[in-house]
T-cell receptor, first 118, second 115 residues
Framework: DTGVSQDPRHKITKRGQNVTFRCDPI?????LYWYRQTLGQGPEFLTY????????KSRLLSDRFSAERPKGSFSTLEIQRTEQGDSAMYLC????????????????FGSGTRLTVV | AQKITQTQPGMFVQEKEAVTLDCTYD???????LFWYKQPSSGEMIFLIY??????QNATEGRYSLNFQKARKSANLVISASQLGDSAMYFC????????????FGKGTTLSVSS
């Protein structure tokens, strides 16, 4: 397994356009997370899936954002009508969660998709 | 509310020296975990070390150790024998039941290692 893959690595788009990012997690991981990271800040949680179910969404995830994980494998994050404030690094991570606890290995992150809205 | 505070925006160290990166946290959870991640300029987040709230001994992973002081709510990362490749952003993160499943990250500390 090659880890968490994200595509594309970079995306430049004009304000108002829609963009979609893809994340392929580690195959045996059942949880998938999306984070956003702006320059000079730590990652901020957006949403997470357990298998195909989206179980939690942050208040940061406005109506213009939608995420899916249709078969419990890869996930997509779509931003509609992009704004300049959406410019950020979008990080995907996955983990194997068993029961109510957490794995002491933390998350495995992908390399991120850097979005620039012009 | 859960919170992570990293007060050092930047740290500078010479090769082979040890460096301590500070992290304080706030949580009302009794059971929680603390993580450190490294983010080089390439952007990926690399897991370094983990400390559980009930772990009695400080975690160690190679050159990384976590100085966990529960009463002070601090979880400082110690890097021994710094290397040029250690130059990166370092993030402290907290997981607790109160926050659901999301890791909460601090703002990070930039470490620069010089020869």
């Amino acid at each position: 397994d090659t880890g968490v893959s994200q595509d594309p690595r970079h995306k430049i788009t004009k304000r108002g356009q829609n963009v979609t990012f893809r994340c392929d997690p580690i195959s045996e991981h059942n949880r998938l997370y999306w984070y956003r990271q702006t320059l000079g800040q730590g990652p901020e949680f957006l949403t997470y899936f357990q298998n195909e179910a989206q179980l939690e969404k942050s208040r940061l995830l406005s109506d213009r954002f939608s995420a899916e994980r249709p078969k419990g494998s890869f996930s997509t994050l779509e931003i509609q009508r992009t704004e300049q404030g959406d410019s950020a690094m979008y990080l995907c991570a996955s983990s194997l969660q068993q029961g109510l606890g957490w794995t002491n290995y933390g998350y495995t992150f992908g390399s991120g998709t850097r979005l620039t809205v012009v | 509310a859960q919170k992570i505070t990293q007060t050092q925006p930047g740290m500078f160290v010479q090769e082979k020296e040890a460096v301590t990166l500070d992290c304080t946290y706030d949580t009302s959870d009794q059971s929680y975990g603390l993580f450190w991640y490294k983010q080089p300029s390439s952007g990926e987040m690399i897991f370094l070390i983990y400390q559980g709230s009930y772990d009695e001994q400080n975690a160690t992973e190679g050159r990384y150790s976590l100085n966990f002081q529960k009463a002070r709510k601090s979880a400082n990362l110690v890097i021994s024998a710094s290397q040029l490749g250690d130059s990166a952003m370092y993030f402290c993160a907290l997981w607790g039941y109160q926050a659901g499943t999301a890791l909460i990250f601090g703002k990070g500390t930039t470490l620069s290692v010089s020869s």
